[in-house]
């Protein structure tokens, strides 16, 4: 892709606005957007903004601050555990940063975007949910048969939100690619991202 800094700066905004008014489930009943903004983060703006993981990291931690300190939103998840949203959003943004530089504006783009998204989907869960039950102080006696089942009890639904957001926006991007191609043009390898 082509993208200019101006372009890349719509991009983040868009992506930033979507995590602010998902993340919280105070503005609506829009579910949390946020693997899908950090997955498409990487998509988009890993070769054209390197710092816009590090800001989005914050925003997200600001996110949970303000929700769970001054809106009353229940801060259960808020343990020792919780900062493996830093490793597990950046395997999402990894996952989009490998999309990007296998993109070559063809169909099966489809089928590397659904593989990508599944293995940087599960490893985000495995790092989030095994983090929050083995660290996060919430289970007295962790075991392991108690984690698995507890893992495929949730696993589908962290699945299937992420990737629903994710086929709305290849959706729009095949829109985008149609109205303006040399934007969104697969760009030639390169080896300096």
């Known amino acids: ?108 783009d489809l089928l590397r975007l659904a593989g990508a998204a599944f293995v940087a989907i599960s490893v985000c869960f495995v790092l989030t949910n095994g983090a929050f039950y083995w660290l996060g102080g919430r289970y007295p006696d962790p075991n392991w048969a108690q984690y698995v089942e507890r893992f495929f009890a949730y696993y589908g639904d962290f699945l299937q939100v992420p990737a629903a957001y994710l086929a709305v926006g290849a959706a729009l991007h095949l829109v985008a690619a149609r109205v303006l191609p040399s934007l969104f043009a697969a760009a030639p390898a390169r080896h300096d991202d």
Do not use: K
């Not at 579910?31 to 703006?45: E, I, K, N, R, T």
């Not at 054209?48 to 009353?72: F, K, M, N, S």
């Open 1 to 108: 892709m082509t993208l200019t800094n101006r372009h890349a700066l719509a991009i983040l905004a868009a992506l930033a606005a979507l995590m602010a008014l998902t993340r919280i489930h105070h503005f609506g009943p829009l579910p949390d957007a946020s693997w899908a903004v950090f997955f498409a983060g990487g998509f988009y703006l890993r070769g054209r903004a390197r710092w816009a993981l590090p800001l989005l990291l914050v925003e997200a931690v600001l996110i949970d601050y303000v929700a769970t300190q001054r809106l009353g939103v229940s801060s259960y998840c808020i343990t020792p555990s919780y900062w493996a949203i830093v490793p597990a959003y950046a395997a999402l943004w990894l996952g989009g940063d490998w999309l990007r530089r296998a993109h070559r504006g063809e169909a099966r």
